[in-house]
T-cell receptor, first 113, second 111 residues
Framework: NAGVMQNPRHLVRRRGQEARLRCSPM?????VYWYRQLPEEGLKFMVY????????ESGMPKERFSAEFPKEGPSILRIQQVVRGDSAAYFC???????????FGQGTRLTVV | GESVGLHLPTLSVQEGDNSIINCAYS??????FIWYKQESGKGPQFIID?????DKRQGQRVTVLLNKTVKHLSLQIAATQPGDSAVYFC??????????FGSGTQLTVLP
């Protein structure tokens, strides 16, 4: 059983471009969480999704950020018109239900130049 | 607001010694805590958890202690090894298991 797969591992975007980060949860996992980690800081919760539904997006910036988890395919975190402050590591975690520990992917490191 | 935080940002220990990493929390209603290990360039990895009805829980070479009176928990690593070098976070799950992380302690194991 493969772990949580995130791609790309590294992403470089120029200011104003769009960034799309992908997360394939572990097999059988229908709950996905996205976190952002700035350098030298802890992870900050962004959004919690189940298949086709956003359950909690209280940690998402109000503008430019969106997330989806379609019925088929990976979960996508989309950042429009990126700015330098978006440079961070973005981690995805998945779990089979709300009661079970979530497993983390290796993260996508976004650099905005 | 409520938060989970750490006392010290860095900790250096000699290989073979025991390590103690501390974490303070502010929400008296918190009932479940998790310790994660994050190696450089990797995602957080679950180490051990503890519920508020327990004072202590042991795993393989790790022990977590919870002191609800002073809202403090600690992670003890016995016979620290080079592979233990990492950043350690305490975290608290919310109602939907979304995690609130502390700022982390960088553990460095010296030869």
């Amino acid at each position: 059983n493969a772990g949580v797969m995130q791609n790309p591992r590294h992403l470089v975007r120029r200011r104003g471009q769009e960034a799309r980060l992908r997360c394939s949860p572990m097999k059988g996992h229908s709950h996905v969480y996205w976190y952002r980690q700035l350098p030298e800081e802890g992870l900050k919760f962004m959004v919690y999704l189940q298949k086709e539904n956003i359950i909690d997006e209280s940690g998402m910036p109000k503008e430019r950020f969106s997330a989806e988890f379609p019925k088929e395919g990976p979960s996508i975190l989309r950042i429009q018109q990126v700015v330098r402050g978006d440079s961070a590591a973005y981690f995805c975690a998945s779990s089979p239900d709300r009661e079970t520990e979530a497993f983390f992917g290796q993260g996508t490191r976004l650099t905005v130049v | 607001g409520e938060s989970v935080g750490l006392h010290l940002p860095t900790l250096s220990v000699q290989e073979g010694d025991n390590s103690i990493i501390n974490c303070a929390y502010s929400n008296s209603a918190s009932d479940y805590f998790i310790w994660y290990k994050q190696e450089s360039g990797k995602g957080p990895q679950f180490i051990i958890d503890i519920r508020s009805n327990m004072d202590k829980r042991q795993g393989q070479r790790v022990t977590v202690l919870l002191n609800k009176t002073v809202k403090h928990l600690s992670l003890q690593i016995a016979a620290t090894q080079p592979g233990d070098s990492a950043v350690y976070f305490c975290a608290e799950p919310g109602s939907a298991r979304q995690l609130t992380f502390g700022s982390g302690t960088q553990l460095t194991v010296l030869p």
